[in-house]
């Protein structure tokens, strides 16, 4: 177990930065999701930590040690790929045992070692199998087994539920938060998914173009996002996004936008640029008649326990999700209001978060 | 439906291959074996049936057996130089793939095995020559004395070795290296994280998963170094002046006993012997080397 802290960090293939002054400080024992869209750069990133590519600049330092320079086999990390890279040469137990037969352990030892993972992982029916002869959630579980023998200070994953089925990765997602919760090793996770960010991590960094654009608690990330791009990305439906004005005169703050959409705010923030106010799907409320701004209702999905809601404000479109159940039919036209304390404003021109 | 007719028309398309592979390769082999029961002066009209006299005879033959001999030693002499080298290089020039020489290691590999038979053959005559040669040359700045190459016994077979292995080198290392490029980088990014060396990613990761490589170029090399003739033709026998003795082998004992001796069928059953020797070799690498479990 160890700290992990990247400090201004860059990597350059030539001329092209991919990761460009990433500093992250990763506490000991955490579980950390780099989170962010395709070609971001968190491969990259795992990767550097990993010592699979060099550090362009900056430093990455494991327990206080900067390892910049020290070899991969080194580091003291243990790294699970996305296609797993099992040997397909060795039995799942020479894979499990394969870096401790590199380090010149006794044979007993290993074995030892290789049972006592395979036991966490209930692979032990399956050590005398060739990977092919598994299915993909086991060899998933392989490639994790092996990285858990070695002990390592740190786990690094790269979206390594993104070949599994839909329920084998939800069982899988709940499985890694339990060896977390057992382990209490420093894990880096990477995913483009944000539902497995949200769902497991302590600590939430959400890159874009290789800078980080924000990092923090899932809760805090969902609550505060800094920026239109963390508000867009993190939660699912995503939230809305309506671009208009901050109208502020006696009767207080008002929200107006395209579709004669007027919202009183509550919001001591004053400003004439264009502004965007984000509001989550679950924050759209009915209104009782006369009050709120109506929206025509476009589509209706029901999961059982929620009501996705697709309705369009003149023309903009919005999402909102009832808890309740509602009579409500597509062509209807539907009043709606925010919640209270609700609404994210953000400038539009620089996406950044309006505080007041 | 569409399924049965898909099927006649790949049939339909394949069937001159089938039908050119068959009258090039197979008829000939179906001849062979019927002459090889037979027996054939070449100019008669006659070809009677001796049932497997010819065999009987092969067995008695000492020059058949010396041929055999020396050819064996030839086939697997070039086979144990030219797999591990090949193997070793490879894996060099693929570790310096992104090197700007890179081709160039390729290409000079693979020259031997273009250049055309006979001059590399003489080239390499110079080289063993036991007073002109730059081998002995060398050899005597290490102060070894000057050795007959050519002439000595068991020098002119390792010659030979050497002259085979030098072409078969670069083909070897050709299909090597494409076997290099095909292995899942992963696998090598996750064994040097499990903490291999260089060495070890090559002996415990790479050589396994070349295990179909090795059998291809293993199969192809033995087969070819079986049928060794212009090597020999040119480095030690009588026809071309050589030095000292003759290297018999197979396929030179099988053209003197067509051509000089006007004994086809007789010729027909070496060849006969000489294939079931191929096809043997090649099951047994086969099996050693079929992999294990159903991966
Ligand atoms: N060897 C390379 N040479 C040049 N550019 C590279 C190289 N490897 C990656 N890149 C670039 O770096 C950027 C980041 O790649 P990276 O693999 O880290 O993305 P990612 O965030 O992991 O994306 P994904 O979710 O698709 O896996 C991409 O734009 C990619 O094109
Ligand atoms: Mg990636």
């Given at each position: 177990m160890a700290s992990l802290d990247i400090a201004n960090?860059?990597?350059?293939?030539?001329?092209?930065?991919?990761?460009?002054?990433?500093?992250?400080?990763?506490?000991?024992?955490?579980?950390?999701?780099?989170?962010?869209?395709?070609?971001?750069?968190?491969?990259?990133?795992?990767?550097?930590?990993?010592?699979?590519?060099?550090?362009?600049?900056?430093?990455?330092?494991?327990?206080?040690?900067?390892?910049?320079?020290?070899?991969p086999k080194n580091r003291d990390i243990a790294m699970v790929f996305q296609n797993y890279a099992l040997y397909p040469h060795m039995t799942i137990a020479e894979n499990m045992g394969f870096s401790l037969r590199l380090a010149g352990r006794p044979k007993p030892e290993i074995a030892q070692r290789v049972e006592d993972a395979a036991r966490i992982l209930g692979l032990s029916d399956y050590l005398g199998r060739y990977p092919k002869q598994l299915s993909g959630g086991q060899r998933q579980r392989v490639a994790m087994g092996r990285a858990i023998v070695r002990n390592p200070q740190v786990f690094l994953f790269d979206e390594p539920l993104s070949n599994l089925d839909a329920k084998l990765r939800v069982q899988m997602r709940a499985e890694l938060k339990e060896l977390h919760a057992r382990l209490k090793t420093t894990m880096i996770y990477v995913t483009h998914d944000q539902i497995e960010a949200m769902t497991m991590a302590d600590f939430i960094v959400v890159m874009r173009d290789g800078v980080v654009e924000q990092m923090g608690a899932p809760l805090a990330l969902y609550d505060t996002p800094s920026n239109l791009f963390v508000a867009g990305f993190i939660g699912s439906p995503a939230m809305n996004q309506l671009p208009g004005r901050l109208v502020a005169d006696e009767n207080g703050s008002r929200f107006v936008g395209a579709g004669d959409i007027a919202w009183p705010l509550e919001t001591s923030i004053r400003t004439d640029r264009p502004v965007t106010l984000g509001i989550r799907p679950e924050h759209l409320v009915p209104a009782p008649d006369g009050q709120g701004?109506?929206?025509?209702?476009?589509?209706?999905?029901?999961?059982?326990?929620?009501?996705?809601?697709?309705?369009?404000?003149?023309?903009?479109?919005?999402?909102?999700?009832?808890?309740?159940?509602?009579?409500?039919?597509?062509?209807?036209?539907?009043?709606?209001?925010?919640?209270?304390?609700?609404?994210?404003?953000?400038?539009?021109?620089?996406?950044?978060?309006?505080?007041? | 439906m569409l399924k049965r007719r898909r099927w006649i028309f790949s049939l339909v398309a394949i069937l001159p291959v089938l039908a050119i592979f068959a009258y090039v390769r197979v008829y000939p082999i179906g001849e062979i074996l019927r002459l090889s029961l037979h027996k054939w002066d070449i100019l008669s009209r006659e070809k009677p049936f001796i049932g497997l006299a010819n065999f009987q005879e092969l067995f008695g033959d000492s020059l058949f057996r010396t041929a055999l001999f020396n050819t064996s030693i030839i086939a697997f002499g070039v086979l144990i130089i030219t797999?591990?080298?090949?193997?070793?290089?490879?894996?060099?020039?693929?570790?310096?793939?992104?090197?700007?020489?890179?081709?160039?290691?390729?290409?000079?590999?693979?020259?031997?095995?273009?250049?055309?038979?006979?001059?590399?053959?003489?080239?390499?005559?110079?080289?063993?020559?036991?007073?002109?040669?730059?081998?002995?040359?060398?050899?005597?700045?290490?102060?070894?004395?000057?050795?007959?190459?050519?002439?000595?016994?068991?020098?002119?077979?390792?010659?030979?070795?050497?002259?085979?292995?030098?072409?078969?080198?670069?083909?070897?290392?050709?299909?090597?290296?494409?076997?290099?490029?095909?292995?899942?980088?992963?696998?090598?990014?996750?064994?040097?994280?499990?903490?291999?060396?260089?060495?070890?990613?090559?002996?415990?990761?790479?050589?396994?998963?070349?295990?179909?490589?090795t059998l291809y170029v293993s199969v192809a090399t033995l087969v070819s170094a079986f049928n060794v003739y212009a090597q020999v033709y040119v480095l030690a026998s009588d026809a071309q002046g050589a030095p000292g003795r003759q290297v018999r082998v197979l396929v030179l004992d099988m053209l003197e006993n067509t051509f000089r001796n006007y004994r086809v069928g007789y010729a027909a059953s070496e060849a006969v012997v000489l294939l079931v020797i191929v096809l043997i070799l090649t099951a047994i690498q086969f099996s050693l080397l079929r992999e294990k479990g159903t991966r």
């Amino acid at each position: 177990m160890a700290s992990l802290d990247i400090a201004n960090v860059k990597k350059a293939y030539g001329d092209v930065e991919v990761i460009r002054d990433v500093s992250i400080g990763v506490p000991d024992g955490a579980f950390v999701v780099l989170v962010g869209p395709s070609g971001c750069g968190k491969s990259t990133l795992l990767r550097m930590i990993a010592g699979l590519e060099d550090i362009s600049g900056g430093t990455i330092s494991i327990g206080g040690k900067v390892i910049n320079e020290v070899e991969p086999k080194n580091r003291d990390i243990a790294m699970v790929f996305q296609n797993y890279a099992l040997y397909p040469h060795m039995t799942i137990a020479e894979n499990m045992g394969f870096s401790l037969r590199l380090a010149g352990r006794p044979k007993p030892e290993i074995a030892q070692r290789v049972e006592d993972a395979a036991r966490i992982l209930g692979l032990s029916d399956y050590l005398g199998r060739y990977p092919k002869q598994l299915s993909g959630g086991q060899r998933q579980r392989v490639a994790m087994g092996r990285a858990i023998v070695r002990n390592p200070q740190v786990f690094l994953f790269d979206e390594p539920l993104s070949n599994l089925d839909a329920k084998l990765r939800v069982q899988m997602r709940a499985e890694l938060k339990e060896l977390h919760a057992r382990l209490k090793t420093t894990m880096i996770y990477v995913t483009h998914d944000q539902i497995e960010a949200m769902t497991m991590a302590d600590f939430i960094v959400v890159m874009r173009d290789g800078v980080v654009e924000q990092m923090g608690a899932p809760l805090a990330l969902y609550d505060t996002p800094s920026n239109l791009f963390v508000a867009g990305f993190i939660g699912s439906p995503a939230m809305n996004q309506l671009p208009g004005r901050l109208v502020a005169d006696e009767n207080g703050s008002r929200f107006v936008g395209a579709g004669d959409i007027a919202w009183p705010l509550e919001t001591s923030i004053r400003t004439d640029r264009p502004v965007t106010l984000g509001i989550r799907p679950e924050h759209l409320v009915p209104a009782p008649d006369g009050q709120g701004v109506p929206a025509r209702i476009k589509l209706i999905e029901q999961t059982g326990s929620e009501t996705y809601v697709i309705a369009h404000f003149g023309e903009t479109p919005i999402v909102a999700l009832f808890r309740q159940r509602l009579p409500l039919a597509i062509g209807d036209t539907i009043s709606l209001t925010l919640a209270p304390g609700a609404a994210h404003l953000f400038d539009t021109e620089t996406g950044q978060r309006l505080t007041a | 439906m569409l399924k049965r007719r898909r099927w006649i028309f790949s049939l339909v398309a394949i069937l001159p291959v089938l039908a050119i592979f068959a009258y090039v390769r197979v008829y000939p082999i179906g001849e062979i074996l019927r002459l090889s029961l037979h027996k054939w002066d070449i100019l008669s009209r006659e070809k009677p049936f001796i049932g497997l006299a010819n065999f009987q005879e092969l067995f008695g033959d000492s020059l058949f057996r010396t041929a055999l001999f020396n050819t064996s030693i030839i086939a697997f002499g070039v086979l144990i130089i030219t797999l591990p080298l090949a193997l070793v290089l490879a894996a060099l020039i693929h570790h310096r793939t992104r090197s700007r020489f890179a081709s160039f290691y390729e290409t000079t590999i693979f020259i031997p095995h273009v250049v055309s038979l006979v001059p590399a053959a003489m080239a390499w005559k110079w080289i063993f020559d036991a007073r002109l040669g730059p081998l002995n040359a060398v050899l005597s700045v290490f102060g070894i004395p000057p050795q007959a190459w050519l002439f000595d016994p068991v020098l002119s077979i390792v010659s030979i070795i050497v002259l085979c292995s030098w072409q078969a080198l670069g083909f070897a290392v050709l299909i090597y290296l494409v076997g290099f490029k095909n292995l899942p980088k992963s696998l090598f990014e996750a064994s040097k994280l499990d903490g291999a060396s260089g060495i070890q990613q090559f002996w415990f990761v790479a050589v396994p998963l070349l295990k179909p490589i090795t059998l291809y170029v293993s199969v192809a090399t033995l087969v070819s170094a079986f049928n060794v003739y212009a090597q020999v033709y040119v480095l030690a026998s009588d026809a071309q002046g050589a030095p000292g003795r003759q290297v018999r082998v197979l396929v030179l004992d099988m053209l003197e006993n067509t051509f000089r001796n006007y004994r086809v069928g007789y010729a027909a059953s070496e060849a006969v012997v000489l294939l079931v020797i191929v096809l043997i070799l090649t099951a047994i690498q086969f099996s050693l080397l079929r992999e294990k479990g159903t991966r």
